[in-house]
């Protein structure tokens, strides 16, 4: 896989195998220009879609899933999960409070992110979650939160 081509993916078979696909994550926003904070929500959002698709897989006796990352558009990252099963709702989430201990990762994921939606075609179903890059520095990146702040 050649993390600066346009589009790659990476098939998770394994708990470990998310791992590398949040660090590929990470060196994709990196490379991109994605600031520190952008990239530590990218990292989390790529953990909380694959542990769903993971976990979706394990209950359905599936092999795995695939992560893929596209860069083709400029200034967005498009980073999708795919795996047999159906369409479900994730406008569900985006304002719903979840009191459960489970259950925050898509909710999460829609917050997160600037646009999320779902495809379904020939019985796959893809998670697709896109970030717009936003390199507006904070002023307390920038080393002027005292000025600005006190």
């Not at 893809?126 to 990146?141: D, G, S």
Request: with cysteine.
């Amino acid at each position: 896989m050649k993390l600066y081509d346009d589009k790659h993916c990476l098939k998770v078979r394994t708990a470990d195998d998310i791992f590398q696909a949040m660090d590929v994550t990470d060196k994709i926003a990196t490379h991109m220009g994605f600031l520190h904070y952008d990239r530590l929500f990218l990292r989390l959002v790529t953990e909380e879609a694959c542990m769903n698709a993971y976990e979706y897989c394990q209950h359905t006796n599936q092999s795995g899933f695939f992560t893929c990352w596209d860069k083709s558009q400029q200034n967005i990252l498009t980073i999708f999960t795919k795996h047999k099963g159906k369409k479900y709702n994730i406008s569900l989430f985006a304002n719903e409070v979840n009191h459960s201990l489970r259950g925050r990762g898509l909710q999460l994921i829609v917050n997160l992110m600037d646009h999320v939606h779902l495809e379904e075609n020939g019985g796959y179903v893809k998670l697709v979650m896109q970030k717009y890059m936003n390199n507006f520095i904070q002023p307390e990146e920038a080393g002027f939160y005292d000025l600005y702040f006190q």
